[in-house]
């Protein structure tokens, strides 16, 4: 397997590493390591190891790529087995497989969001991709265990607790470049933490959170106020994003804290938290997006609802 992905890559080294792990082997996969540094660990484990769903991820990734690649930035697979790229173009590929399923892609513009989805009624809608990595400044980072030693780890308190620095940086950091988007139309905005969080939480908990203020103790704004909370040590931060004025722009929110090989079809992540969409209630351009296999969080004066997935994803990907 991995035939068109080493194709593109072009490294004829790769292909001796081709199931060289045995199961559980996880000496044999430092020592490949060592030997590929310039390669995504995540991609290095599937060509190495070579296991049944190694197998179904590679297969996933170039029937999407043979399907999409035309809507995909060029070099993609390259792109996705360079360190630090993988779960990020990995997520991009799912996105893309998940918007088809709803409406029509078109190429990306030479600047802008990453996709343009042009829904059944015409409507067009950006849509951007996002991936967090860690921030530079480690007091702005979250407090994620070290999972490369192998010691038991323990966590008290809220898993959702390492989200938080995560998204409310992704939230600031789109405020200050809202001009990189077209104005005339929507923007919807999909986010995948598993990058920096690396385990599995619930969802909705942290969204209703950073979105609306709602927690177990609701966050409220004034009149007059900036939406931001202010610490005396630390730069303000957004909190009840949706209620923000300055995020007018942004129609919506797709957000999922899963591994993205998780997310292919009939993957464990949709079993998990799978993938929300919660569409902003104060949006400039409101949009008429509703994928039936995601769940949705819908909120507004009057109420707060949580609706669970209607349908199971099924992948254009192999048509």
């Not at 060289?20 to 490949?32: A, C, N, R, V």
């Not at 893309?96 to 190429?107: P, T």
């Amino acid at each position: 397997m991995a035939g068109v992905l080493l194709e593109k890559i072009k490294d004829p080294k790769l292909t001796k590493i081709i199931g060289s792990i045995p199961t559980g082997d996880l000496s044999k996969f430092k020592e490949i390591q060592k030997q590929f540094p310039n390669y995504d660990p995540s991609f290095l484990w599937l060509l190495g190891y070579q296991g049944a769903n190694a197998l179904e991820v590679f297969r996933y990734i170039e029937a999407n790529y043979q399907k999409f690649h035309q809507v995909l930035d060029s070099g993609i697979l390259k792109s996705l087995s360079t360190l630090g790229n993988f779960d990020a173009r990995m997520w991009e590929m799912i996105l893309c497989d998940c918007l088809a399923s709803i409406g029509k892609l078109e190429a990306k513009e030479k600047s802008g969001a990453d996709f343009m989805l042009v829904t059944s009624k015409g409507e067009k809608i950006q849509v951007e991709a996002v991936t967090p990595n860690e921030a530079d400044n480690k007091d702005l980072r979250s407090i994620k265990p070290d999972f490369s030693k192998e010691v038991d780890i323990g966590l008290s308190g809220n898993i959702e607790e390492l989200e938080l620095p995560i998204l409310l940086r992704v939230f600031d950091s789109f405020r200050k470049k809202e001009g990189k988007y077209r104005k005339d139309i929507p923007l919807i905005i999909a986010i995948n933490s598993y990058k920096t969080v690396g385990v599995i939480s619930i969802d909705k908990y942290i969204l209703r959170r950073i979105l609306f203020g709602l927690g177990f103790e609701t966050i409220s704004l004034k009149s007059g106020e900036h939406g931001l909370q202010q610490n005396t040590h630390l730069d303000g931060f957004p909190v009840a994003v949706f209620r923000d004025s300055s995020y007018e722009h942004i129609s919506g929110v797709i957000y999922t804290s899963q591994n993205p090989i998780g997310l292919i079809p009939d993957g464990f992540g949709w079993f998990n938290q799978g993938i929300t969409y919660v569409s902003n209630p104060l949006a400039k351009y409101k949009v008429d997006f509703d994928p039936a296999f995601f769940r949705r969080i819908e909120c507004d004066n009057n109420l707060y609802q949580e609706k669970e997935a209607l349908e199971v994803f099924k992948s254009l990907a192999f048509d």
